[in-house]
C-alpha cells in the first residue's frame, strides 16, 4: 500500500480528486466505483468544481457504487442513489444511463447481486474504486468476519454500523439492517483502489489495516493483497499509527 499523509479532510479531498481527475483524464471511457458515507462528501465537491471550472468531462464515463440499503427504493431521501444524484451526479455531466447502484427495493434480491456483478464484468471491471473505512474496519458493507472470496451479495449489518448511520436518519430504528454491497473479491478486482480516512474516530481502524494482522476481521487489512491501492489519510486518522509507517508515508503537508 501507498500511504499519503495529508493534514486534514480539506486536504485529502483535495488529494482524492486529483488521483480521479487524473484517471478521468488518462481514459475518457473509465469506469469509475464509487462511494457514499461523509467520507467522500469533499472528494465528491472537488471533483465537481474541476468540472465546472476546468472541463473535466465524465461524458464517456460509467459509475458503479458499493452498496444500497435493502428496503428503500432509489426516490427514499437516504437511499445511496439519491446520495449520489444530490452530491455527484446531478452536477456533473455523467451519463444517468451509465450511472449504477444495486436496487434494494427489488423483489428478488439474489438475482439482483447477480445482475449486478454481470453488469460490472461486461464493462471490463472497475478501474479506479474509492473507499471509506468503517470503524470497526469495514469496506464497502463487508462486516468484519466477510470471507475474502465473496461477490455482491446481501449482507446483514453490525450494530455499529447502524448506529454510526443512525446520523442520516430521524432515528435508529429507520435505519435498515440489511444492505446489498459489492464483496470483498469484488472490491479487489478493480484495478486501482484509493481509500480515504479521516478524523480520530478512524485512527483504530487504520492501524489495524496497515499494521495488524490480515484478516477478515479486519475487512480493510484485506486490501493489502492488491497491487495498487492508495491510502490517503489525514492526520488525526493516522494518530496511531507506528513512526515507521508515518516515516514510509508520502506528506502532503507543507
Known sequence: MKVLLVEGYQEMSKVAAQLFAQEVRSKADLVLG????GTPVGM????????QEEGLDFSQATSFNLDE?????????????MYMQENFFGQVNIDPRRTHIPRGDVQDLGAECSRYEQSIAATGGIDIQVLGIGNNGHIGFNEPG???DTRTRVVQLT?????????YFEAVDEVPTQAISMGIQTILSAK?????ASGVAKAEAVRNMLEGEVTPAVPAS??????????????????????????GAVTTRK
Open 69 to 81: 440499503y435493502v428496503g428503500l427504493s432509489s426516490e427514499h431521501p437516504q437511499s445511496y442513489r
Open 159 to 167: 450494530m455499529s454500523t447502524i448506529e454510526a448511520n443512525a446520523r
Open 44 to 51: 465528491y465537491a472537488e471533483l465537481i468544481r474541476m468540472h
Open 222 to 247: 484485506l486490501l493489502r493483497s492488491h497491487p495498487d491501492v492508495t491510502v490517503v489519510v489525514d492526520e488525526q486518522a493516522a494518530s496511531q499509527l507506528s513512526p515507521a509507517t508515518i516515516g
Open 34 to 37: 464509487l462511494a457514499t458515507g
Open 192 to 196: 486501482k483502489i484509493v481509500l480515504l
Open 146 to 148: 466477510s470471507a475474502p
